[in-house]
């Protein structure tokens, strides 16, 4: 079936490296997608978010980057921080009106 | 920070026993949303509301029950709780209209059937 998914459950990175979580959808029809960051006993936190027609967009150190021809979301972090030890979620929206769609989370470990 | 608050926080309760987990939004958000987590997996769609007395199922079948009567407040029943619900349940609500689809959540209701 159809499903959102990450490439790797976990990433390990120094404290001042940047981050990049990748993540594969399988919808072509998905218009709008999404990352959140869930830190351990809490609910899941809006980072960026990014529309279909859009390659690109910019957060406070947060980049989602969306290749359409090959079905691929990424959210780059710049100078990662001990604070920025979570897991990360991607979600898709198949279609208008309809709930978001979360794939696997990828947990992000930052060591200083 | 979102206005999006669920109780109780944690429960332990034993099988057979009827609970209900509360969500209460104040953005005066029309659309809300139930989901259900595992340890460390994906969130899994079980129950949605696009408004008063709308409900509707989710992706994941779930033996749980929801209502709708004011905008406000979206609580999700279990009749008769088994182990097999154990598990973590987000609320989550998001702002009128199509173009707008992101999430709100709170902070979640550790359930524990034993």
């Known amino acids: 079936g159809e499903s959102v998914g990450l490439h790797l459950p976990t990433l390990s990175v120094q404290e001042g490296d940047n981050s990049i979580i990748n993540c594969a959808y399988s919808?072509?029809?998905?218009?709008?997608f999404i990352w959140y960051k869930q830190e351990s006993g809490k609910g899941p936190q809006f980072i960026i978010d990014?529309?279909?027609?859009?390659d690109k967009r910019q957060g406070q150190r947060v980049t989602v980057l969306l290749n359409k021809t090959v079905k691929h979301l990424s959210l780059q972090i710049a100078a990662t921080q001990p604070g920025d030890s979570a897991v990360y979620f991607c979600?898709?929206?198949?279609?208008?009106?309809?709930?978001?769609?979360f794939g696997k989370g990828t947990t992000l470990s930052v060591s200083s | 920070e979102a206005d999006i608050y669920q109780t109780p926080r944690y429960l332990v309760i034993g099988t057979g026993k009827k609970i209900t987990l509360e969500c209460s939004q104040t953005?005066?958000?029309?659309?809300m949303y139930w989901y259900q987590q595992d340890p460390g997996m994906e969130l899994h769609l079980i129950h949605y509301?696009?408004?008063?007395?709308?409900?509707e199922k989710g992706d994941l079948s779930s033996e749980s029950t929801v209502s709708r009567i004011r905008t406000e407040h979206f609580p999700l029943t279990l009749e008769s709780a088994r182990p097999s619900h154990t598990s973590q349940y987000l609320c989550?609500?998001?702002?009128?209209?199509?173009?707008?689809?992101?999430?709100?959540f709170g902070s979640g209701t550790q359930l524990s059937v034993l």
């Open positions: 979600a898709e929206n198949k279609k208008a009106g309809t709930a978001l769609i």
């Open positions: 953005m005066g958000h029309d659309k």
């Open positions: 989550a609500s998001s702002e009128p209209g199509q173009a707008s689809k992101k999430l709100f």
């Open positions: 509301s696009y408004g008063v007395n709308s409900t």
């Open positions: 919808n072509s029809a998905s218009d709008y």
């Open positions: 990014i529309r279909s027609n859009m």
